[in-house]
């Protein structure tokens, strides 16, 4: 499964693990993605997404035609 979010396109970053004495190593920080089932009230269905938890939130706040018009998404191929 890759960790991309369907609605931001959040993907995992690349960072530096400082340990105490200063030594650097590769870490990867993953997006929190969790997939969902999600009510698309202009099709009367439902739409199963892998977005993360604040796309979620979001989605809570605006609503999800509103926020996929917002990032280009096309609903209805999902």
Not at 11 to 31: D, E, F, G, M
Not at 58 to 70: C, P, Q, R, S, Y
Request: some cysteine.
């Amino acid at each position: 499964m890759a960790r991309k979010c369907d609605l931001t396109g959040k993907r995992p970053n690349v960072a530096n693990k400082v340990s105490h004495s200063n030594i650097k190593t590769k870490k990867r920080q993953l997006p929190n993605i969790q997939k969902r089932k999600l009510w698309y009230a202009e099709e009367s269905r439902f739409v199963t997404l892998k977005v993360s938890t604040s796309a979620l939130r979001t989605v809570n706040k605006k609503g999800l035609k509103a926020f996929a018009d917002e990032m280009g998404i096309d609903l209805s191929r999902h």
